[in-house]
C-alpha cells in the first residue's frame, strides 16, 4: 500500500489483522512513486478485500538508493492485531508492506510443515486485513493523545523515538 505525502509530519497510522499465516510488516520511503500493477503470484500478504498479491517496488530498486527502510521489520503471527503509527520526516511515497514470514530461512532444520507450504503454488498463503489513514500534521499536534483522538485508534503503545521528529510505535495484541 501506498501513502504520498505532501506535508512533512505527518501521521500514518495502519491497523491490520492478520487472518491466515505470519507476515512482515515493513515501512519504506521512497521519493520516486511505485508502479502498481505487477502481480507476485506466490509471496507476501494479500488485502482482504483485494485478494491480490500486488508487487509495488520494481525489483531492480535498491535498498538505500531508490528506497529506504523507515520502519524496522515487524514479525506478526496469524492471529494477531497490529496498530501503529509514524510520523514522516521527508515528502515522497510512504510503502506499507506485508511479506511471507519465513521461520526456514534463519534455520537449518525446517519443520515438515514449513517445507510442504513452501511447495504448494497457492497464491494465498497469507491473508491481512488492513486499513491505514494519513493524518496531516495540524492535527497531530505532537501527542499520542491528540493521534488517538483524531484517527480512531483506541489503543497504541508509547512512542519510540529516534530523533525529535521521528516517532514510531506499534502495538500488538492477541
Known sequence: ???EIVEVESVITWDFDVLRGDVVFSLF????????????PASGATGAAS??????MDKNWVLGVDYRRVEAPLVCREGESIQGSHVTRWPGFYILQWKMHSPASGSSLARVDDVLASLQGSSHKCKVLYYFEVLASEDFRGSMSSLESCSGFSQLSGVTSSSNKS????????
Open 1 to 3: 500500500i501506498t501513502a
Open 29 to 40: 520511503h521512497s521519493k520516486r512513486a511505485p508502479e502498481v500493477g505487477q502481480k507476485e
Open 51 to 56: 485478494g491480490n498479491n500486488v508487487q509495488l
Open 167 to 174: 516517532h514510531s510505535s506499534s502495538l500488538i495484541s492477541r
